[in-house]
């Protein structure tokens, strides 16, 4: 398998953090790749019409995305019910808990666009301040809920994770510890994991 990515992409990171916890990491090739919304990759292109990562392509040269879908694969090549619970409550909650990260992410990857990528003559800042704002009502939501993150590997807890690596490197300077003192010892203990430390994120 191969997968487009960049090790600064936070879901690229949650597609190997799930590729760790899974033991499948050593059979999927990473490509990296820099692009942005405004510079698209032609190799990525001809994977996805979209022309983001992450995306997959399985070894019958079907590719598959986004995160989302790619991670639900893996569970699924590693016999399923590993990082998606099957039923009940525990599914909602973990499939709920991707949600909130993967938005958390989205809203900080639009920041981070408009402060790196567009020219600063032309930021819209009340564009950043939303945003931005999404992120802090996640992290307050989530210093409330922290009981609803598994200690294990799941998908909810990996999202989440992923969101509040990306947050430091990205955004350290926003100090989201301060007043989330619960979810940053939470935190702490999930990214001891060695899949969280097999994906540190870097810049290309």
Known sequence: ?????????????????AAHELGLADRITVDDHLLS?????????????????????????????????ICEYLDHLAGGGRLYPQAGDARWRALTLQALGDGMME??????????????????QAWIEHQKLKVQRGLDWLEQNV???????????ITIAC????????????????????LADWFARFESRPSMQATLPRQL
Request: no cysteine; glycine share 8%.
């Open 1 to 17: 398998m191969r997968l487009h990515s960049n090790p600064a992409s936070p879901f690229g990171r949650k597609v190997m953090v």
């Open 37 to 69: 919304p405004v510079e698209p990759s032609e190799a990525v292109i001809a994977d996805n019409p979209l022309g983001k990562l992450p995306t997959m392509v399985l070894d019958n040269g079907h590719a598959l995305y986004d995160s989302r879908v």
């Open 107 to 124: 809203a900080a990857l639009l920041a981070r666009y408009e402060t790196f990528l567009r020219p600063e003559e032309l930021r819209w």
């Open 147 to 157: 009981d609803q993150l598994a200690e294990e590997a799941d998908i909810g807890s």
């Open 163 to 182: 969101a509040l690596g990306y947050l430091d490197f990205r955004f350290g300077a926003d100090k989201w510890r301060e007043g989330h003192a619960r």
